[in-house]
């Protein structure tokens, strides 16, 4: 089983194009073809201190180059960056991984959200078959 924890990336160039579709964004360093796809929940519920698995529906992910995304609060007033978590205030943390052997996405939160719209974009090669 391969894990990975997200912890950001950087979008590159002065346009890009962000897609629930799986798109090819570039080359890897390893020659491998880079690929990108955004999750997006609408108004999503999180039970605090549960793992939420969401399905990424991929398939042959081999590295997870970068994965980073946003959720706001009920209102839509708010957004957060993901992951997050609050040095002053550890118990109010939101974290995000992959979980290539099962192409789901894991969200765990130390707080209850309700009605929470989130996007995730992940960036990542494939393995061949």
């Avoid at 090819?24 to 999503?44: A, F």
């Avoid at 549960?50 to 946003?70: A, D, F, M, R, Y």
Wanted: proline share 2%.
């Amino acid at each position: 089983m391969a894990w990975y924890e997200c912890i950001g990336g950087s979008g590159g160039g002065s346009s890009h194009n962000y897609s629930t579709d799986e798109q090819i964004v570039g080359t890897w360093i390893d020659g491998k073809t880079l690929y990108e796809k955004t999750k997006y929940l609408s108004n999503y519920a999180i039970t605090a201190n549960t793992s939420q698995n969401i399905p990424l529906s991929i398939g042959n992910i081999e590295k997870v180059v970068s994965c980073n995304g946003s959720m706001s609060n009920s209102t839509k007033t708010t957004w957060r960056a993901l992951p997050f978590y609050d040095v002053g205030a550890p118990t109010d943390s939101t974290f995000i991984w992959i979980d290539t052997s099962k192409d789901n996405l894991i969200l765990r939160s130390n707080s209850n959200w309700t009605s929470s719209d989130i996007l995730i974009t992940v960036r990542y090669t494939k393995s061949s078959l």
